[in-house]
Every structure is written in C-alpha cells, then in structure tokens.
C-alpha cells in the first residue's frame, strides 16, 4: 500500500476558534501532521456572505504536494461551486456515513 498525506481543510468565523479548532483535531486525528492542516479564517478574510462558497476551492487551489483532492463538505453551495472548477472533489459528508 502507498504512503498517503492526508490534510484538513476547515474554517472558523474568528482567529481564537483556530487553537480550539487544532486542539479537537490534534485530540481526535493525531495522526494529521500540522503542516497539513489548512484553516480559512473568515474574519480575516475578503468573502462576502455571497462569496464564501468560493473559499475552500480558492484554499485547495493555492494547496500544493496532493495528488488527490477529497473534500468532504456539508454545505451544498460549496460542493457546486467547487466541483464546477474541480470535477467530482467535493462531496457531502452524508455520502461517507452509513
């Protein structure tokens, strides 16, 4: 079996949610190395209310060193908007639970 580099794409509405945001993931996927984990912060961030559906593909598009692109999501608008420009990359979470 190949090695595999997975990475964490999430946001958070402020800069103090990123600590408690790592934290969970360091407590539940410690295995996830922290040079892979990628956060948009939106208060630090141009989007709009309108725009946000734009911002994990602009995240994934300025990512490199991944072969593969699986973003799980559980928001539809983003799901659309990302596999327009990237076929088949996001999928709702609901696709992965039984």
């Known amino acids: 079996m190949q090695n595999i580099t997975v990475g964490i ?6 800069a103090s949610q990123v600590i408690e ?6 407590k539940y996927l410690p295995y996830i190395d922290d040079d892979n984990i990628y ?11 309108e ?4 911002a994990k593909l602009d ?14 999501e559980d928001t ?3 799901i659309s908007t990302t596999n327009q420009t990237i076929q088949n990359c996001a999928h709702h979470v609901s696709e ?3």
């Open 9 to 14: 794409l999430s946001s958070c509405d402020h």
């Open 21 to 26: 945001k790592k934290k969970w993931l360091q």
């Open 39 to 49: 956060i948009v912060v939106w208060a630090n961030e141009n989007y709009t209310k």
């Open 51 to 54: 725009t946000r559906c734009r």
């Open 59 to 72: 995240q994934i598009q300025k990512i490199s060193g991944y072969n593969d692109i699986f973003l799980i």
């Open 76 to 78: 539809h608008k983003n």
């Open 96 to 98: 992965i639970l039984d």
